[in-house]
């Protein structure tokens, strides 16, 4: 039987530690699979008024 990734609300298959391939590289990179990064040039459209 085939586990699915431990992150939240995440359907794909896990490959390492639990994770699937992107929750993965997000915990060895961040240190958090939730993680999610604003696009480079994107920080004038967050709040800035």
Request: charged residues 25%; proline residues 8%; glycine residues 8%.
């Amino acid at each position: 039987m085939t586990t699915t990734c431990a992150a939240p609300d995440c359907t794909r298959p896990a490959r390492a530690r639990g994770y699937c391939d992107t929750h993965y590289r997000r915990v060895r990179k961040w240190g958090d699979p939730t993680v999610v990064l604003r696009p480079w040039g994107t920080d004038h459209l967050q709040g800035s008024s």
